[in-house]
């Protein structure tokens, strides 16, 4: 079976940081781009970063460009969201998900960053 | 960026009921490559986001087939054939043409 799961979220100060990790099983990780998404308390859902399957191509969305860096390492089957100055609407559930056909054909249960001081 | 309308955004259905989800693009979502990639997903409460279908209409793997997905270019469907009491969640749309990649505002059906 397919899980990714998520760790690394946390209270965290505004102007603060932290490394969200995706470990992965049950599949293949190299072949595949990977992404994250996130969703504030209550609202809807937000792309943020895609990279592809070596690492070499990154994208961002205009509100994090710039504090997140997405990264990956093969070899440990496992996908990263660095995020740098924080700021309150940061705050929400982080979602790593693998990429097949332009969309996310599987979640993870999610990890909470709350940004406050 | 894309801009994608849901309508409704609240969608009280009797079990049994049919029930109809619009998702509408500010522009054209036929990808260079001639594929449309807009997906749909459904949240449960407390739950990630699941699949249900991509490219308008290819159904993922376990997804009862009273769901269909429908649509083209601006204007694309979720349609439920009759509701089910699982079917309780909040449905978004998703477009992965144009980056940065969007979703809808989420359509949150439940039970009348």
């Known amino acids: 079976d397919v899980h990714l799961v998520e760790s690394g979220g946390n209270l965290v100060q505004p102007g603060g940081s932290l490394r969200l990790s995706c470990a992965v099983s049950?599949?293949?990780?190299?072949?595949?781009?990977m992404g994250w998404v996130r969703q504030a308390p209550g609202t809807g859902l937000e792309w943020l970063a895609t990279?592809?399957?070596?690492?070499?191509?990154?994208y961002y969305v205009d509100s994090v460009r710039g504090r997140f860096t997405i990264s990956r390492d093969n070899s440990k089957k496992s996908l990263f969201l660095q995020l740098s100055n924080l700021r309150a609407e940061d705050t929400a559930v982080y979602y790593c998900?693998?990429?097949?056909?332009?969309?996310?054909?599987?979640w993870g249960q999610g990890t909470l960053v709350t940004v406050s001081s | 960026d894309v801009v994608l309308t849901q309508s409704p955004l609240s969608l009280p259905v009797t079990l049994g009921q049919p029930a109809s989800i619009s998702c509408r693009s500010s522009?054209?979502?036929?990808?260079?490559?001639?594929?449309?990639?807009l997906t749909w997903f459904q949240q449960r409460p407390g739950q990630s986001p699941r699949r249900l279908f991509y490219?308008?209409?290819n159904r993922d793997s376990g997804v009862p087939d009273r769901f269909s997905g429908s649509g083209s270019g601006t204007d694309f469907t979720l349609t439920i054939s009759r509701v089910e009491a699982d079917d309780v969640a909040v449905y978004y749309c998703?477009?992965?043409?144009?980056?940065?990649?969007?979703f809808g505002q989420g359509t949150r059906v439940d039970v009348k």
């Open positions: 998900g693998r990429l097949q056909l332009h969309s996310l054909d599987y």
């Open positions: 049950g599949f293949t990780f190299s072949p595949y781009w």
């Open positions: 990279i592809s399957q070596d690492g070499s191509a990154v």
């Open positions: 522009q054209s979502l036929v990808h260079s490559d001639g594929n449309t990639y």
């Open positions: 490219q308008i209409s």
């Open positions: 998703m477009q992965g043409t144009f980056w940065p990649w969007t």
